[in-house]
């Protein structure tokens, strides 16, 4: 690959293998992601969207393999740097890692605690600066919950603390956004209705977003790019018009009826 591709990728993952005890959830992987590119993963449950994402975060070791990202390799990070990447790389995790208790302003605000240390998250969730609320009121009207800005986020339904899982993620100003099936918890047009804004967020600042989904469908619909993943293998990545009505059957295994009615 010519050096000019290289400084333009995100993730570069090349012989990525994890295992959790006996269980092998990722083989072999490769994958380049480049700047700006929104790409859906789908698959079976169990195949390792998970796995993959957290790994993409630094937040779990490959087995064996390497990441490289932004051009530099993870494997031999000091906590300095990969303190760093995680203030660059947005999670939004399959759970939302929420503080139910903490007011919707207050959840937004710990997407920074990478970038600003945990004493400074301290102080900015006992008296936030007016700039900052400010900042995350408009983050939060671009999501569609401005007027929850001071809610108690338990109060709030499933797909708009979805929101404000995205709203933290925006607020951290990341280079990549990892989204964990995100919209799990929604009806189909609100599911609809954030999958755009993230593609929208992503083409707007040219941050890279993954995102794991389930509803196939939106991620053939929406995405130019999407990775099949099975047990732990890539069975395909390419653009959805490319991708085979047998591939995305043998993805899941499913009978033909049973996929994509218009397919
Ligand atoms: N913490 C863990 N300990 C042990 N095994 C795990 C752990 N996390 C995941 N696994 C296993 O690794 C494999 C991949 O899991 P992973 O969560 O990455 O799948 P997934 O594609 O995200 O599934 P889903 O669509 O259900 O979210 C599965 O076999 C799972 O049981
Ligand atoms: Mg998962």
Known sequence: MPDTAKEKATFIVSGVTHSYNQTNALNSI???????????????????????????????????????????????YTPRELKSVRSRISLIPQNLALVDSFRVWQNVITGKIGQHGFLKLLKNLTIPAKEQLTEIHSIL??????????????????????????????????????????????????????????????NEENTTLLMSLHNLELAMEKFPRVIGIRNGTVCFDRSPDQISKKELQELYQLEENEILEDG
């Open 141 to 202: 009207d671009r999501v569609g919950i401005e007027e929850k800005l001071f809610s108690i986020t338990k109060n709030l339904s499933g797909g708009q603390k979805q929101r404000v899982a995205v709203a933290r993620s925006i607020f951290q100003s990341p280079a990549a956004i990892l989204a964990d099936e995100p919209v799990s918890s929604v009806d189909p047009a609100r599911a609809k209705s954030l999958v755009e804004l993230l593609i929208k967020i992503s």
């Open 30 to 76: 490769e994958l380049t992601i480049n700047e700006g590119e929104c790409v859906a993963i789908v698959g079976p449950s169990g195949g390792g969207k998970t796995t993959l994402l957290n790994i993409l975060n630094s937040s779990i070791k490959p087995s064996t393999g390497k990441v490289i990202i932004q051009g530099k390799d993870s494997t031999n």
